[in-house]
Nanobody, 127 residues
Framework: QVQLVESGGGLVQAGGSLRLSCAAS????????MGWFRRAPGKEREFVAT????????KFADSVKGRFTIFRDSAKNTVYLRMNSLKPEDTAVYYC????????????????????WGQGTQVTVSS
């Protein structure tokens, strides 16, 4: 049974930092592109960041570019989202997702391509 379990969310002041973790189990982690998405109150879920299965390619939403980084640790089957310079508009439930791919350098910001999803972790940024 595949499980993606996010952690690391919480309440932080604007300008602060958080690191989200997503631990994967029940799958061969190195076969999967990983992504982070978020859903803000009253809005649809949106793309945040993605990383290829090799870890060599990443892509970010324009709204977080330069502030967020994504990286993966294959030894721990975990993908991380480091969030710096947080803004109140970053407040959302953050979800990680896994996409089975066949190329080391492929990634995707398309939610429909992802096969598995975590339950989400709440991030709240106060002004």
């Amino acid at each position: 049974q595949v499980q993606l379990v996010e952690s690391g969310g919480g309440l932080v002041q604007a300008g602060g930092s958080l690191r989200l973790s997503c631990a994967a189990s029940g799958l061969t982690f190195s076969w999967y592109t990983m992504g982070w998405f978020r859903r803000a109150p009253g809005k649809e879920r949106e793309f945040v960041a993605t990383i290829s299965r090799s870890g060599g390619r990443t892509k970010f939403a324009d709204s977080v570019k330069g502030r967020f980084t994504i990286f993966r640790d294959s030894a721990k089957n975990t993908v991380y989202l480091r969030m710096n310079s947080l803004k109140p508009e970053d407040t959302a439930v953050y979800y990680c997702a896994a996409d089975r791919t066949y190329y080391d350098d492929s990634y995707s910001e398309n939610q429909s391509q992802y096969d598995y999803w975590g339950q989400g972790t709440q991030v709240t940024v106060s002004s």
